[in-house]
Protein backbone atom coordinates (compact mmCIF):
# COMPACT_ATOMS: atom_id res chain seq x y z
CA UNK A 1 0.00 0.00 0.00
CA UNK A 2 1.48 3.17 -1.23
CA UNK A 3 -0.68 5.65 0.72
CA UNK A 4 -1.94 7.40 -1.75
CA UNK A 5 -6.02 6.37 -2.41
CA UNK A 6 -7.92 7.17 -5.68
CA UNK A 7 -11.64 7.05 -6.07
CA UNK A 8 -13.53 5.55 -7.36
CA UNK A 9 -11.69 1.97 -8.54
CA UNK A 10 -13.93 1.57 -11.71
CA UNK A 11 -16.17 4.27 -13.76
CA UNK A 12 -18.35 3.55 -16.67
CA UNK A 13 -20.04 6.68 -18.72
CA UNK A 14 -21.55 6.98 -21.66
CA UNK A 15 -20.01 9.07 -24.52
CA UNK A 16 -20.48 13.31 -24.03
CA UNK A 17 -20.84 12.79 -20.25
CA UNK A 18 -18.27 14.31 -17.30
CA UNK A 19 -16.67 12.73 -14.08
CA UNK A 20 -14.55 13.50 -11.67
CA UNK A 21 -11.42 11.46 -10.52
CA UNK A 22 -10.31 12.06 -6.67
CA UNK A 23 -7.02 11.69 -5.29
CA UNK A 24 -5.44 11.65 -1.66
CA UNK A 25 -1.79 11.48 -1.35
CA UNK A 26 0.53 10.00 1.18
CA UNK A 27 0.10 12.38 4.42
CA UNK A 28 2.65 14.58 4.38
CA UNK A 29 3.06 14.99 0.26
CA UNK A 30 2.02 18.65 -1.32
CA UNK A 31 2.74 17.08 -4.61
CA UNK A 32 0.39 15.37 -7.05
CA UNK A 33 0.89 14.41 -10.43
CA UNK A 34 -1.68 12.80 -12.90
CA UNK A 35 -0.74 10.58 -14.98
CA UNK A 36 -3.04 8.37 -18.04
CA UNK A 37 -2.59 5.24 -19.19
CA UNK A 38 -3.52 3.80 -22.37
CA UNK A 39 -3.03 0.81 -24.39
CA UNK A 40 -1.41 3.05 -27.57
CA UNK A 41 -0.20 6.15 -25.78
CA UNK A 42 1.14 4.32 -22.87
CA UNK A 43 1.61 5.87 -19.85
CA UNK A 44 1.77 10.29 -19.88
CA UNK A 45 2.03 12.46 -17.92
CA UNK A 46 -1.21 14.74 -17.40
CA UNK A 47 -0.48 17.65 -15.35
CA UNK A 48 0.97 18.38 -12.07
CA UNK A 49 -0.16 20.13 -8.78
CA UNK A 50 1.92 21.87 -6.04
CA UNK A 51 0.39 22.89 -2.26
CA UNK A 52 -2.42 23.65 -4.40
CA UNK A 53 -1.15 25.40 -7.11
CA UNK A 54 -0.36 24.17 -11.07
CA UNK A 55 3.14 23.78 -11.47
CA UNK A 56 3.37 22.21 -15.03
CA UNK A 57 0.54 20.60 -17.97
CA UNK A 58 1.85 17.87 -20.09
CA UNK A 59 -0.43 16.04 -23.05
CA UNK A 60 -3.78 17.44 -21.39
CA UNK A 61 -6.54 17.87 -23.31
CA UNK A 62 -8.54 21.15 -23.24
CA UNK A 63 -11.79 19.53 -22.05
CA UNK A 64 -9.79 18.06 -19.16
CA UNK A 65 -9.14 20.00 -15.67
CA UNK A 66 -7.52 19.72 -12.36
CA UNK A 67 -7.47 21.16 -8.96
CA UNK A 68 -5.66 20.78 -5.62
CA UNK A 69 -7.31 21.64 -2.64
CA UNK A 70 -6.19 22.73 0.93
CA UNK A 71 -6.16 20.02 2.46
CA UNK A 72 -4.12 18.68 -0.59
CA UNK A 73 -6.43 16.29 -1.78
CA UNK A 74 -6.88 16.86 -5.47
CA UNK A 75 -9.47 15.77 -8.69
CA UNK A 76 -8.95 15.38 -12.23
CA UNK A 77 -12.13 16.74 -14.13
CA UNK A 78 -13.21 14.90 -17.37
CA UNK A 79 -16.05 16.12 -19.81
CA UNK A 80 -17.52 16.05 -23.21
CA UNK A 81 -15.98 12.43 -22.88
CA UNK A 82 -14.78 10.15 -25.98
CA UNK A 83 -14.39 7.01 -26.36
CA UNK A 84 -10.26 7.45 -26.54
CA UNK A 85 -10.44 8.69 -22.98
CA UNK A 86 -11.24 5.30 -22.21
CA UNK A 87 -7.88 4.35 -20.02
CA UNK A 88 -6.42 3.97 -16.84
CA UNK A 89 -5.72 7.24 -14.54
CA UNK A 90 -3.47 7.34 -11.91
CA UNK A 91 -2.26 10.02 -9.51
CA UNK A 92 1.08 10.03 -7.76
CA UNK A 93 2.61 12.17 -4.93
CA UNK A 94 6.08 12.81 -3.04
CA UNK A 95 7.07 15.62 -1.05
CA UNK A 96 8.91 17.25 -3.72
CA UNK A 97 11.64 18.63 -1.35
CA UNK A 98 13.06 20.70 -4.72
CA UNK A 99 14.79 17.67 -5.28
CA UNK A 100 13.84 15.59 -8.80
CA UNK A 101 14.79 12.05 -7.15
CA UNK A 102 11.91 12.25 -5.08
CA UNK A 103 10.03 9.26 -5.55
CA UNK A 104 6.51 9.16 -6.75
CA UNK A 105 3.98 6.75 -4.88
CA UNK A 106 1.17 6.31 -7.07
CA UNK A 107 -2.42 5.34 -6.30
CA UNK A 108 -4.12 2.19 -7.18
CA UNK A 109 -5.59 3.90 -10.03
CA UNK A 110 -9.59 4.89 -11.56
CA UNK A 111 -10.38 2.73 -14.50
CA UNK A 112 -12.53 4.98 -16.82
CA UNK A 113 -14.74 3.08 -19.51
CA UNK A 114 -16.29 5.60 -21.73
CA UNK A 115 -19.21 3.33 -24.07
CA UNK B 1 12.21 16.08 -25.53
CA UNK B 2 13.12 13.58 -23.04
CA UNK B 3 12.07 10.25 -24.35
CA UNK B 4 12.56 6.64 -22.90
CA UNK B 5 12.98 3.44 -25.02
CA UNK B 6 12.81 0.08 -23.69
CA UNK B 7 12.32 -3.41 -25.08
CA UNK B 8 8.69 -4.10 -25.60
CA UNK B 9 8.69 -8.08 -24.75
CA UNK B 10 6.39 -9.82 -23.79
CA UNK B 11 9.54 -11.88 -22.38
CA UNK B 12 8.36 -14.98 -21.37
CA UNK B 13 11.26 -17.38 -18.94
CA UNK B 14 11.52 -20.42 -16.78
CA UNK B 15 11.92 -19.84 -12.75
CA UNK B 16 15.34 -19.57 -11.95
CA UNK B 17 16.73 -17.65 -15.53
CA UNK B 18 18.51 -14.78 -15.69
CA UNK B 19 16.32 -11.60 -16.82
CA UNK B 20 17.41 -8.85 -18.85
CA UNK B 21 15.23 -5.74 -19.83
CA UNK B 22 16.87 -3.07 -21.87
CA UNK B 23 16.47 0.35 -21.38
CA UNK B 24 17.99 3.16 -22.65
CA UNK B 25 17.42 7.21 -22.46
CA UNK B 26 17.02 10.25 -24.16
CA UNK B 27 17.33 13.53 -21.87
CA UNK B 28 18.79 17.45 -22.71
CA UNK B 29 19.91 17.64 -19.07
CA UNK B 30 20.95 15.16 -16.50
CA UNK B 31 17.96 12.78 -15.30
CA UNK B 32 17.32 10.85 -12.55
CA UNK B 33 16.33 7.46 -13.99
CA UNK B 34 14.00 4.94 -12.56
CA UNK B 35 12.71 1.17 -12.47
CA UNK B 36 8.95 1.08 -11.62
CA UNK B 37 6.55 -2.66 -11.71
CA UNK B 38 3.40 -2.82 -12.25
CA UNK B 39 1.24 -5.94 -10.65
CA UNK B 40 -1.96 -7.03 -12.40
CA UNK B 41 -4.69 -4.82 -11.14
CA UNK B 42 -2.40 -2.96 -9.24
CA UNK B 43 -0.68 0.70 -9.21
CA UNK B 44 2.71 1.42 -9.74
CA UNK B 45 6.02 0.71 -7.19
CA UNK B 46 9.00 1.91 -7.01
CA UNK B 47 11.58 -0.88 -7.57
CA UNK B 48 15.10 0.99 -8.09
CA UNK B 49 16.64 4.06 -8.99
CA UNK B 50 19.78 5.99 -9.69
CA UNK B 51 20.16 9.63 -9.50
CA UNK B 52 23.91 10.34 -11.21
CA UNK B 53 26.60 8.45 -13.57
CA UNK B 54 27.86 4.80 -12.15
CA UNK B 55 24.88 4.66 -9.63
CA UNK B 56 23.31 1.19 -9.57
CA UNK B 57 20.33 1.13 -7.96
CA UNK B 58 19.26 -2.36 -6.31
CA UNK B 59 15.69 -3.85 -4.58
CA UNK B 60 14.80 -7.48 -4.22
CA UNK B 61 17.37 -9.04 -6.55
CA UNK B 62 17.02 -6.66 -9.14
CA UNK B 63 19.45 -4.17 -10.59
CA UNK B 64 20.71 -1.50 -12.95
CA UNK B 65 23.40 0.76 -13.08
CA UNK B 66 23.43 4.68 -14.37
CA UNK B 67 25.16 4.40 -17.73
CA UNK B 68 25.86 7.92 -19.32
CA UNK B 69 27.98 7.12 -21.64
CA UNK B 70 25.87 4.47 -23.09
CA UNK B 71 22.51 6.46 -22.33
CA UNK B 72 21.17 3.58 -20.68
CA UNK B 73 19.49 1.85 -17.72
CA UNK B 74 19.14 -1.63 -18.33
CA UNK B 75 17.50 -4.26 -15.68
CA UNK B 76 18.80 -7.09 -14.57
CA UNK B 77 18.60 -10.29 -12.07
CA UNK B 78 20.35 -12.91 -11.58
CA UNK B 79 17.16 -15.57 -10.78
CA UNK B 80 13.64 -14.54 -11.41
CA UNK B 81 11.06 -15.77 -9.49
CA UNK B 82 6.73 -16.97 -10.15
CA UNK B 83 5.79 -13.68 -8.18
CA UNK B 84 8.58 -11.17 -10.47
CA UNK B 85 5.64 -11.43 -13.26
CA UNK B 86 4.54 -7.98 -13.69
CA UNK B 87 4.98 -5.30 -16.27
CA UNK B 88 8.19 -3.02 -15.77
CA UNK B 89 8.64 0.43 -16.71
CA UNK B 90 11.93 2.38 -17.13
CA UNK B 91 11.34 5.62 -16.30
CA UNK B 92 13.20 9.15 -15.92
CA UNK B 93 12.81 12.31 -14.05
CA UNK B 94 14.81 15.36 -15.91
CA UNK B 95 16.08 17.92 -13.24
CA UNK B 96 16.16 20.94 -15.95
CA UNK B 97 11.99 21.05 -15.30
CA UNK B 98 12.89 23.15 -12.08
CA UNK B 99 10.23 22.86 -9.75
CA UNK B 100 8.19 19.75 -11.94
CA UNK B 101 9.70 16.34 -11.85
CA UNK B 102 7.38 14.47 -14.03
CA UNK B 103 8.21 11.28 -15.14
CA UNK B 104 8.77 10.00 -19.02
CA UNK B 105 8.08 6.25 -19.20
CA UNK B 106 9.13 3.68 -21.44
CA UNK B 107 6.16 1.18 -22.93
CA UNK B 108 6.76 -0.70 -20.53
CA UNK B 109 7.52 -4.50 -20.30
CA UNK B 110 5.08 -7.72 -19.83
CA UNK B 111 7.20 -10.61 -17.76
CA UNK B 112 6.06 -14.16 -17.36
CA UNK B 113 8.09 -16.23 -15.62
CA UNK B 114 6.98 -19.48 -15.72
CA UNK B 115 7.61 -22.37 -13.02
Given at each position: DSGVTQ???????????????????????????WYQQSLD????FLIHYYNGEERAKGNILERFSAQQFPDLHSELNLSSLELGDSALYFCASSVESGVSTDTQYFGPGTRLTVL | GDSVTQMEGPVTLSEEAFL?????YTATGYPSLFWYVQYPGEGLQLLLKATKADDKGSNKGFEATYRKETTSFHLEKGSVQVSDSAVY??????????SNYKLTFGKGTLLTVNP
Open positions: TPKHLITATGQRVTLRCSPRSGDLSVYQGLQ | TINCTFCALSDRRGG
